[in-house]
């Protein structure tokens, strides 16, 4: 029985003690910088790969690869800058390029 009080008054001991102490699980690395900051903007840059979508019209969208001097090809586009802008910059120059033949057309721009 006295074994069984001494462990009891050993184990709640060092529960008191790890709790004073403010001990705290290490952060995962990296941690900091996710909880600060959000990250910048992915940009696009050679050899990555754009799914394009336009919305209801099947042969304008397609998979491009960008090609080392940083254009994508496109059809009634033809090149188009695609390195140093995100998905949304691209987007927008796309619709607006696609809107001289295309009544308001939506396009999505995936970086895959």
Known sequence: MRLV???GALVATVVIV???SGAQAPAAPG???LRGTAPAEYRIGPEDVLQISVWKNEAMSRVVTVRPDGKISMALLNDIQASG???LEL???VTKKLGE???TPEVSVIVS
Request: hydrophobic share 55%; no cysteine; proline share 6%.
């Open 18 to 20: 790890a709790d004073q």
């Open 91 to 93: 987007r927008e120059i």
């Open 5 to 7: 009080l001494l462990f």
């Open 101 to 103: 033949y295309i009544p």
């Open 31 to 33: 941690a900091e910088a």
């Open 85 to 87: 802008l995100t998905a």
